[in-house]
Nanobody, 115 residues
Framework: VQLQASGGGLVQAGGSLRLSCAASTYSLYAVGWFRQAPGKGREFVASISWSGRNPYYADSVKGRFAISRDNTENTIILQMNSLTPEDTAVYYC???????????WGQGTLITVSS
């Protein structure tokens, strides 16, 4: 399974960005987004089942981020709104083929939010 993340960049506080995670296979169970800020550990951001149901969010992004599946592109989208400098991090998408740990990881994409 290969995951290709894209969409990172520099944005001002209050702005929006859209991340994409393209999967090389249709046979997945769930996809999640994680992030790692400078000097901090990796933390969960959001997840969704491969069918596009059951979105789940970390409290820190609830109401600002939205995760969805683009069926036509075999891609998971993370729409990020009302960004703050605290959202600055390298964002990773990950997937699994059954409930539990994520075994497949994409490369990270850097998001920098300026104040």
């Amino acid at each position: 399974v290969q995951l290709q993340a894209s969409g990172g960049g520099l944005v001002q506080a209050g702005g929006s960005l859209r991340l994409s995670c393209a999967a090389s296979t249709y046979s997945l169970y769930a996809v999640g987004w994680f992030r790692q800020a400078p000097g901090k550990g990796r933390e969960f951001v959001a997840s969704i089942s491969w069918s596009g149901r059951n979105p789940y969010y970390a409290d820190s992004v609830k109401g600002r981020f939205a995760i969805s599946r683009d069926n036509t592109e075999n891609t998971i989208i993370l729409q990020m709104n009302s960004l703050t400098p605290e959202d600055t991090a390298v964002y990773y998408c990950a997937a699994n083929r059954r409930s539990g740990a994520y075994h497949y990881w994409g490369q990270g994409t850097l998001i920098t939010v300026s104040s």
